[in-house]
């Protein structure tokens, strides 16, 4: 083998970009390597015509200056190297019932909201607020404290006893500690489709900590797209001596009586590593890396572990700009719920009626964050919603073309239906599928969330664990723990370093 690292990561996706400008500024000699011709995985553009597109970021929670979030971006060496744009306004949650704006870093404000809307549960409210606040302390303090892994782990119970109290429960059940109200609970869970899964059935250990950073510390663009934030960590790795691989591939991950020894790469062939990082699928790894290598009970564990949802995405160009269509400077996310509970959205999302008096679905005005994507004068949006991946994977080519045709056309009919002569004003449109999100980033059945985050898939204790029983083994990034999104995947990579390397 010609060439020797201390560490290889298997894909460019957040999880991995930040672990290895992590390690590269510790000293350690990295390689990342990537399929795809571009590093980033779901955090990246693709452009059409005129038209830059961020291929995934709707809201990036709590990433300010002085906020825990950002503490991850400052360690990962590219806080001056991107600029985070705040949205006007967190979200826009409209529901037969009810329509209401929550402001940018206003809770106080959403909670006067929330008063109004259930007069006879303000008391209730308040102390929801109370204790998520205190939950949200103990899991910053446990997530951002400077001491070893371990000292945390075993403080947990005195320090942080909120992280064990509510660590197994589902968002509902958290909730129904202090209301019954169920319409109260479904507003409160407005963002679900951030995470995959209705209340009833999320980890509320998962859901709890952007629940409070969105609306303590706001949601954000990154300037750019996000591949200006992993073009920002290549730029961190390379300049401390990494290497970043692109259009390759890890075809093999060797291993030797019980340890890894580096991997097979399509363009470079065999490269020596005391350590392989995963930011693939579980799934895939144990593809790599032959089955034989694994003791039979932890395949079969891993066999029972549940993908989670996936979600298809109309990306529009428009030849005018939104003020010309009566979209205000101050919209940006617009939450549609139909008057039907979120369980039965989800039964009908996975079954792949989407129709939108079934289910949820919601619009970015993209460009009324970040004009700099589109020409002068236009602008661009997005409409998206979770769809269930068997609908989608086992179609023929002709089959899914049409589907895929279809449920663009259906989109884009919603949002006539709030903005008027928007077809008139399309010069771009691409759509992404469950199986797009397979082609580019090879996540199985086109989950966009890693494992599904129900409390028995997440925390500490139940979420895919980020060693293997291979030495020198690894993961990062959505499958692992905390789990999925930009701050999950982020927080993923600190975890691992600060643990084991
Ligand atoms: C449409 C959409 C909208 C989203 N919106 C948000 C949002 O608003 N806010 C938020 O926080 N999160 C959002 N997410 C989730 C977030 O994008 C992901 O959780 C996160 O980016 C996943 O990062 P990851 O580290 O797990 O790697 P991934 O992005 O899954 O990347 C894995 C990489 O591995 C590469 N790879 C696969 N196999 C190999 C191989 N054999 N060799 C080499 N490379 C390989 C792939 O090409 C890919 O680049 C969204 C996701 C999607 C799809």
Not at 418 to 439: F, N, Q
Not at 491 to 497: D, G, I, K, T, Y
Request: hydrophobic share 35%; proline share 5%.
């Amino acid at each position: 083998m010609s060439q020797s690292y201390d560490t290889v990561f298997v894909g460019s996706g957040l999880g991995a970009l930040a672990s290895a400008s992590l390690m590269a500024q510790r000293g350690q000699k990295v390689l990342v390597v990537e399929k795809h011709n571009i590093p980033g995985g779901y955090a990246s553009n693709f452009r059409r015509k005129d038209f830059t597109f961020d291929v995934s970021l709707h809201s990036f929670d709590g990433v300010v200056r002085g906020a825990h979030s950002f503490k991850v971006i400052e360690a990962c060496g590219v806080a001056d190297k991107v600029e985070f744009l705040h949205h006007p306004t967190l979200y826009r949650y409209r529901s037969p019932d009810i329509d209401i704006t929550v402001g940018h870093r206003d809770l106080e404000g959403y909670k006067q909201t929330l008063y109004r809307c259930f007069p006879e549960e303000i008391d209730n409210i308040d102390r929801l607020f109370a204790e998520s606040k205190r939950n949200y302390k103990d899991l910053c303090g446990f997530l951002y404290s400077p001491k070893p892994f371990w000292m945390r782990f075993v403080a947990t119970p005195f320090a942080y006893p909120r992280v064990l109290r509510y660590g197994h429960e589902t968002v509902d059940k958290y909730f129904s500690r202090f209301t019954r109200n169920e319409r109260l609970k479904e507003v409160l869970s407005a963002q679900w489709s951030y995470y995959g899964l209705p209340a009833k059935d999320l980890a509320f250990g998962y859901f709890s900590y952007p629940f409070i950073d969105y609306l303590e510390n706001g949601g954000y663009s990154i300037k750019g797209g996000s591949q200006a934030l992993s073009s920002a960590l290549v730029e961190v790795i390379e300049a401390h001596g990494g290497r970043v691989e692109l259009e390759s591939g890890v075809q093999q991950i060797l291993v030797d009586r019980g340890r890894v020894t580096g991997v097979v790469t399509r363009r470079s062939g065999p490269v020596k590593a005391r350590n392989v990082v995963a930011n693939v699928s579980p799934h895939a790894v144990v593809g790599l890396a032959g089955k034989q290598h694994f003791p039979s009970k932890y395949l079969t564990r891993l066999d029972k572990l549940k993908f989670s949802v996936s979600g298809f995405q109309v990306y529009l160009g428009l030849d005018c700009p939104l003020s010309e269509l009566g979209v205000g400077p101050e919209e940006y996310i617009h939450f549609f719920s139909p008057g039907k509970t979120q369980r039965t959205q989800f039964e009908h999302i996975q079954a792949g009626e989407l129709h939108q008096d079934n289910t949820s679905w919601s619009i970015n005005y993209f460009s009324n964050v970040d004009p700099s994507m589109v020409p002068p004068g236009k602008s661009s949006l997005g409409l998206f919603t979770l769809t269930g991946p068997d609908v989608w994977h086992s179609l023929d080519k002709l089959a899914y073309r049409r589907k895929k045709a279809a449920l663009t056309d259906l989109l884009i009919a919603n949002a006539e239906r709030v903005i008027p002569g928007l077809r008139d004003h399309i010069e771009v449109c691409e759509a992404g599928s469950p199986r797009t999100m397979t082609k580019f980033t090879q996540n199985p059945q086109g989950a966009i969330y890693g494992f599904e985050q129900t409390p028995q898939q997440s925390g500490l204790f139940n979420r895919f664990p980020q060693k293997y029983p291979v030495k020198g083994l690894y993961q990062v990034g959505a499958w692992t723990f905390p789990g999925a999104g930009f701050i999950g995947t982020m927080l993923s990579a600190r975890l691992l370093v600060d643990r084991y390397f």
